[in-house]
């Protein structure tokens, strides 16, 4: 600890510069001039930095020279076993609302990912007692099934494996991956947010033009009528999981970083725009925001009229249980939660990946994290309220009022109530509103629907000050607007700077 300053053990509130940090009981041992370097201390005394929301995180090793991933569903190589796979336990998406619900051990799920220049490679063991080969077969554009309820050709029908990437971190331009036993694979280039079990989506076609899917949802999966695929670049394998302690199956991905003909691969923001400048992990990227998913059905039947009964009779014991109808009776289980939210489409809730070399570089937590979390529940807390009134507030004292900033909305009160209050020093956050502005999207009200245009406009902003006793000389700053797009930046320091975490995540 630079300066000589002695931290106790048991530390539950620093003193940096004469300034009491945390509103718990203790202190620190420091001199008026001593430099504290803020993220190498415990974490107890540094509530401002929300620590104790941060997400799961893996640190993804690059492939060595002359290393090399045979994609064929078992994970026994040698470039797999070097590497751990993940350490929490993936949960239940509704477990936030339902802290007691816990899953039991046979379906445990761990991942690993490792990178090089073209591919990024996961590689995971799904439990799973019943190892099935379900209905769907295929990939884009060309899915089937055998399933002859509704409009079934996608993955998630059966029991699934799910990846979500936002290489950029804005919640704009992400991706969804799902595959199946049978390696049956879809994917979708997200335009913004998608809506569902009670998550609000950004509108983004117009209400009048049914074609505009094909921007907002790109995807050459046909009822989509999109072109954007990773299909045939990206690589996929299934197999059984032979030797394991539990039953399931593994899998094995080789995602494209870059398209192929204009088409596909992770960097793509489609229509021929790439985001490699500033988020390729072989020009200097550090973080993606990603999390890993799976769906669980807990039964299969052609008869359509059953879902009716007994999708309502699991929910009584099972309240998890995502819908009542022939596509969403499943359970959701991820690695990590989504902040209340029950529905995966909020990629600024999304864990991370950390890119590093093949050897060295410890894990680093994203310093950017105490700005996009605190943006992130600007950004619910100011959609609940124009849904309810059809405008934005500039005052966050507003938005904490009523039931605009809630756990079922992702957002929480007593966050934003210290960013205002006892964590104000640390946080310049400023809500310009133009409530007569007609050219941003539109979210639905009891009076208007929701429409891509029309709409009045917001743009939060934070700057997070931190201390200037400290060591630390990056400058954090961000945005999100009422479209969702959320843009972070960190200066000041010519390296990278962490946040100390406990551990592995």
């Not at 690993?112 to 996961?122: C, F, G, N, S, T």
């Not at 990590?336 to 060295?360: K, L, S």
Request: proline residues 6%; hydrophobic residues 35%; charged residues 15%.
């Amino acid at each position: 600890m630079a300066g000589g300053c002695h931290v106790p053990a048991l530390l539950v509130s620093l003193l940096f510069c004469g300034e009491v940090l945390s509103e718990a009981t203790g202190a620190a041992e420091c001199e008026q001039n001593d430099a504290v370097n803020l993220l190498q201390v415990p974490q107890q005394g540094l509530g401002f930095l929300f620590l104790d929301a941060y997400p799961s995180q893996y640190v993804a090793r690059r492939l060595a020279d002359g290393q090399s991933i045979t994609i064929d569903g078992n994970l026994n190589e040698s470039v797999w076993e070097e590497v751990p796979f993940t350490t929490t336990a993936f949960k239940d998406i509704a477990q936030p609302l339902f802290p007691d619900y816990l899953l039991p051990s046979q379906f445990a799920t761990h991942v690993k990912v490792r990178w090089d220049a073209e591919y990024l490679y996961v590689g995971a063991f799904v439990g799973e007692p019943w190892v099935e080969h379900g209905f769907v077969r295929g990939s884009n554009p060309s899915l089937t099934s055998t399933n002859p309820i509704g409009n079934s050709n996608v993955p998630y029908y059966d029991n699934d494996f799910e990846v979500f990437i936002d290489v950029a971190g804005t919640n704009h331009w992400y991706k969804e991956f799902e595959m199946n036993f049978n390696n049956a694979t879809y994917d979708v280039l997200w335009r913004v947010p998608d809506s569902g079990l009670g998550s609000t989506g950004v509108p983004c076609c117009s209400i009048t033009d049914s074609a505009c899917e094909r921007y907002c949802q790109n995807s050459s999966w046909p009822p989509f009528g999109g072109t954007w695929s990773m299909y045939p670049n990206m690589r996929t394998a299934t197999a059984r999981a032979e030797g394991w302690a539990t039953k399931g199956w593994t899998v094995e991905i080789a995602f494209p970083l870059h398209p192929a003909d204009g088409i596909g691969g992770l960097l793509s923001a489609g229509q021929g725009t790439s985001l490699a400048e500033r988020f390729d992990p072989n020009a200097g990227a550090k973080y993606w925001s990603v999390d890993f998913s799976r769906a669980e059905h807990p039964f299969f039947t052609s008869n359509s009229s059953l879902f009716g009964q007994l999708c309502p009779s699991i929910q009584k014991d099972q309240p998890t249980l995502l819908g009542a109808d022939q596509w969403s009776c499943y359970w959701e289980w991820v690695w990590q939660p989504v902040g209340g939210h029950r529905y995966m489409h909020n990629p600024d809730t999304f864990g991370f990946i950390q890119f590093a070399e093949p050897e060295g570089e410890d894990l680093c937590g994203n310093i950017e994290w105490p700005a996009r979390y605190v943006l992130a529940q600007v950004y619910q807390a100011e959609i609940a309220y124009a849904k309810s009134t059809g405008t934005y507030t500039s005052s966050i004292w507003t938005l904490l009022k009523g039931s605009f900033c809630t756990p079922e909305n992702g957002c929480s009160v007593s966050v934003l109530r210290k960013v205002v209050t006892i964590y104000a020093r640390y946080f310049n956050l400023k809500v310009f509103v133009d409530n007569s502005a007609t050219s941003c999207v539109r979210y639905a009200t009891n009076k208007t629907a929701a429409n891509y245009t029309g709409g009045p406009c917001f743009n939060a902003s934070v700057d997070v000050r931190l201390p200037s006793c400290t060591e630390v000389r990056s400058r954090i700053r961000g945005s999100i607007r009422e479209d969702r797009f959320l843009d972070v930046h960190v200066s000041g320091t010519p390296t990278r700077e962490c946040l100390q975490l406990r551990s592995e995540v």
